[in-house]
């Protein structure tokens, strides 16, 4: 792992989990959005991000936008950047009415708004989004790698393609989002990913590179084998 050029963010939104990561080192940065947060059970966004941002000051932390109003979202824009210098605001792609959010995003960067556009499946809207930062300015561009292969295409010419157009605009980053498994790490490097975020689940995992097959094979027996008895199962 310390061979490895591509940044690891950590995604969700239960901030003990965040602390840890935090404090353990191996991320260099955090991701957030509406559904982790559902899923998490927060009930106050403003209250929960200022104090992810008082234990986290300086690595880079992606908070949401929420509503589907373009004036509106440019509103909630500039209050999420202004919590700390190390605040990227997320905005989606398109509204949920299929509207596009690229003037909103030309306006916020001609502000020097650091910005995290998400929600991005195709090479168009790659390249719409990284046309429209001002240069400059610093920006992370998240495709979702994970849901291009839940529809069965192979998201690697994608992404190596979205490395190309991201990195002829300096400071433009490029974010391998909704990771499935350990092998996106290795998959988002060999593609020229500058970053990947992972789920607790996944970054624990990270104890397993390099861990020996037949051992892991052993251990997974094992693991069975206690499950059985803890179960109480009995054929015979």
């Keep these: 792992m310390k061979d490895l ?12 989990e965040m602390i840890s990561a935090y404090k353990e080192g191996v991320v260099k940065g955090f991701t957030t959005n509406p559904s982790l947060m559902k ?10 991000a200022k104090e992810v941002i008082t234990h986290i000051p300086d690595l880079p932390i992606s908070f949401e936008v929420f509503t ?7 509103r909630e824009a500039e209050e999420i950047a202004s919590w700390g210098d190390n605040v990227y605001v997320k905005i989606p792609i398109t509204n ?4 596009l959010s690229i003037p909103l995003i030309k306006d916020l960067s001609k502000k020097a708004v650091k910005l995290n ?3 991005i499946l195709t090479l168009e809207q790659v390249q719409q989004v990284v046309d429209a930062f001002t240069p400059g300015t610093h920006n992370i561009v998240s495709v979702f ?3 291009i292969a839940d529809t ?4 690697i010419p994608t992404m190596k393609k979205a490395a190309e157009i991201c990195h002829q605009k300096p400071n433009t980053e490029l974010l391998w989002a909704s990771s499935r498994e350990l092998l996106n790490i290795f998959q988002a490097e060999e593609c020229n990913c500058d970053i990947i975020t992972c789920t607790p689940d996944i970054l624990r995992k990270l104890s397993n590179v390099g861990k020996d097959l037949t051992q892991l094979s052993l251990e997974t027996v094992q693991m ?8 109480g199962f009995s054929i015979l």
């Design 152 to 155: 069965g295409i192979d998201p």
């Design 96 to 99: 949920s009415y299929g509207e």
């Design 117 to 119: 556009v998400t929600a």
């Design 68 to 74: 589907d109003n373009f004036d509106q979202m440019i």
């Design 145 to 147: 790698a994970g849901r």
């Design 39 to 48: 899923k998490a059970g927060i009930t106050d966004y403003v209250s929960f």
């Design 224 to 231: 069975f084998s206690k499950d059985s008895k803890d179960l």
């Design 5 to 16: 050029k591509i940044k690891l963010f950590a995604d969700g939104a239960v901030l003990e």
